[in-house]
């Protein structure tokens, strides 16, 4: 970017994102394709939008086949608080670290290739569960083609929530992380944060759009994003901006292209190998992508398993808000699942998008709430165990 799109082609934008079906999907994408101009400040969107053409051909060949009854489904209808896709190379101990997590049952033979299809399981933290999904195994060049899983595999590391990426520790380890590494960055999905970031979340309850600035918008004025949503027909949104973001940053979270993943590293095998150099490499690997962890375990022996739990969690960035009726002494025992930083808004959205509207103020209980009971706004960020009430002008209420 800056791709400077003729208004044809916001368009045509326009018209994707309100694309039902794969099919309809496809087909507005490959009209908006031959629409951008070609230049060098469209070349990242149009190798973007090719991939984006590839991955939904694959999604309804697969569907085509699933209705037939034959072919492997790829997808995994996403559980608990969020989605945890397992990477790793073949035989580095996804299926067993898989067993010893959750309560799925994944083959383990000590044969090259065993899972290949995806396998998932939850994992308890707390009071919330995690989604972890074990995948086909990452195989140089798999962004090419190299193996038929490739980009369904890359396809579900893109979709998740959180990546786990596993290393066998006793088979040159720095050269699987390489790999892993590299088929990620090939398919768009960094693990190193972008200076800014924007995320754009599009809502016909929110009237208008409101820009909420946690971080700063380096070269523009709230103005100027909505002048550039409205420029793709964008009415209705929550524009939230983080670090130092730029117009176009702004430009690039409508297309969706930040894939930016934290990543949980597990170093597998430990038992086979000197515990101290996997240690040393763990603390490389946290220093080279600061917003990853890694921990160094043996699935099979058990030996710090019971570590990864609150690891997922922590990295997941998820918060858990609870509920409370007005005039009720107990808040709600099931959490409301939220992104950190998420604000009042974002729990109402959850709750109910049309109190909204009719929304007073809300009342905080917990870590974020400077006194117990302190009334707060639509923009007062939550914090985990947090408890909030909500009191809207709707009689009752
Ligand atoms: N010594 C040792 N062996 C392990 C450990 N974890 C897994 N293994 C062994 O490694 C082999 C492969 O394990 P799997 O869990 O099937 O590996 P995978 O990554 O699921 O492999 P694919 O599904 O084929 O990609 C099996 O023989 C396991 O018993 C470990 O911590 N230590
Ligand atoms: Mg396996």
């Known amino acids: 970017m800056p791709a400077n799109l003729p208004a044809e082609a916001k368009a045509k934008w326009a018209r994707y994102l309100d694309a039902k079906t794969p099919e309809e999907k496809l087909r507005a994408l490959q009209e908006f394709y031959s629409s951008i101009p070609k230049h060098k400040g469209t070349e990242n969107l149009r190798a ?28 995994v209808q996403k559980e608990g608080a969020a989605q945890v896709v397992m990477l790793g190379e073949t035989l580095s101990g996804k ?72 290393i066998d520790l006793s088979n040159n380890p720095v050269k699987q992380l390489k790999t ?22 599009r809502s016909k309850a929110v009237p208008g759009i409101r820009v909420i600035t946690l971080g700063r918008l380096v070269d523009a004025t709230a103005a100027d994003v909505i002048k550039l ?95 409370k009726e007005p005039n009720q002494q107990k808040p709600s025992e099931i959490p409301l699942i939220l992104k950190k930083g998420a604000t009042v808004a974002d729990a109402i959205m959850k709750i109910r998008e049309e109190f909204l509207q009719y929304f007073k103020y809300a009342r905080i209980w917990g870590p974020s709430a400077k006194f117990p009971g302190e009334r707060v706004g639509l923009d007062h960020v939550l914090e985990d165990g947090d408890i909030i009430e909500i009191r809207t002008t709707i009689k009752g209420i």
């Open 229 to 323: 949503l409205n420029s793709y027909r964008i009415y209705h949104a929550i524009v939230k901006i983080y670090g130092d973001a730029t117009l176009d940053d702004v430009e690039k979270a409508i297309f969706e292209r930040t894939s930016f993943k934290r990543a949980l590293f597990v170093l597998n095998k430990v038992d086979l190998v000197s515990a101290p150099r996997a240690e040393a490499l763990a603390r490389k690997i946290v220093e080279a992508l600061p917003d990853s962890d890694a921990v160094v375990v043996s699935a099979l022996k058990g030996y710090r398993i019971s570590e990864i739990p609150q690891r997922i969690f922590r990295l997941s960035g998820v918060i858990r808000v609870y509920t």
């Open 48 to 75: 973007w939008v090719r991939r984006k053409i590839a991955e939904l051909k694959e999604e309804i060949a697969e569907q085509k086949a699933r209705r037939r009854g034959g072919g492997v489904s790829f997808f």
């Open 180 to 201: 892993i590494i590299e088929e990620l960055r090939e398919a768009g999905i960094m693990l190193r944060r972008p200076k800014g970031r924007v995320v754009i979340e």
């Open 95 to 166: 299926s067993t670290l898989l067993r010893a997590l959750t309560n799925a049952e994944p083959e383990i033979r000590g044969v090259p290739f065993t899972t290949l299809k995806p396998v998932p399981g939850m994992v308890r933290y707390e009071d919330i569960q995690f989604q972890l999904v074990e995948v086909p195994a990452v195989v140089e060049g798999m962004h090419r083609g190299a193996v038929w899983w490739g980009s369904r595999v890359l396809g579900m590391a893109r979709n998740a929530d959180l990546l786990m990426i596993v």
